[in-house]
């Protein structure tokens, strides 16, 4: 950690992690689809993380962060020599790298407003293709505004972009979204014991969708058309504390 400045905080961090493998993907001996391996080995992930932390003025806050990971000895199914069954190895490599900006802002003593962005980009390494599911795209904007004493609105937006399919499956790339939700809040701020809400959740009604897994051993996709997210929908939050 070094600060150069008082308003300027730098962080330069390395890390080093492991999954250990199932006990499923160590012992299955009885399925005729996958098999265990005994002879497995957890696998290993190195992170590398330079982040910045800047006070521009009293009511604005600013945020950078680059990362980098590598995954080595991953744990995929690969055809068994018996060629009946496919079989747990080491054999996976994971690189990715991104970054993330945030901004926090207090507009006025009534507001304040809360926007965050990442970029993010993984690959196989044993193919050089993008892994998928995740997207490489995303962000956050968020306002919380004070209407009249102890009633609060908040708007909240997120966007997610650019999500790419696993390696193999023939389907076109996910949808991205974006979605809002609208919040009308009472806080008894004099005691703490009142709160109250009432919202809307996917306020415009999109039709939003998470990525569901590709072709499986015989080559059948289960859910075609991924997994759908909530639509539009009504919430009432009573919450009293004795």
Same mark, same amino acid.
């Given at each position: ?34 098999? !265990? ?58 690189? !990715? ?116 897994? !590709? ?28």
């Amino acid at each position: 950690v070094w600060q150069p400045r008082h308003d300027l905080t730098s962080k330069l961090m390395y890390g080093k992690a492991f999954r250990a493998p199932t006990f499923v993907e160590l012992y299955t001996i009885n399925s005729v689809v996958r098999l !265990g391996n005994p002879n497995l080995k957890p696998e290993v992930t190195n992170t590398w993380e330079l982040a910045f932390d800047y006070r521009a003025t009293q009511h604005l806050h600013l945020a950078a962060n680059l990362f980098r990971y590598d995954i080595n000895d991953k744990i995929d199914y690969v055809p068994n020599p018996d060629g009946k069954a496919i079989i747990a190895q080491n054999v996976g490599h994971w690189k !990715g790298e991104g970054f993330e900006l945030e901004a926090r802002w207090k507009m006025s003593t009534k507001s304040n407003l809360l926007a965050n962005y990442s970029y993010v980009k993984a690959s196989d390494e044993n193919n050089g293709s993008d892994i998928g599911f995740y997207p490489q795209h995303s962000a956050y904007l968020r306002t919380d505004w004070l209407l009249i004493p102890n009633w609060y609105l908040d708007l909240q937006a997120k966007w997610i972009a650019d999500r790419q399919r696993a390696f193999g499956d023939p389907r076109p790339a996910i949808a991205d979204y974006t979605t809002v939700d609208l919040t009308l809040r009472y806080k008894d701020i004099r005691d703490g014991r009142t709160n109250m809400a009432f919202g809307v959740r996917n306020l415009f009604n999109v039709d939003a969708r998470e990525p569901s897994l !590709g072709p499986d051993s015989r080559g059948m996709i289960n859910l075609p058309e991924d997994l759908p997210l909530a639509k539009r929908s009504l919430f009432l939050e009573l919450r009293y504390r004795l």
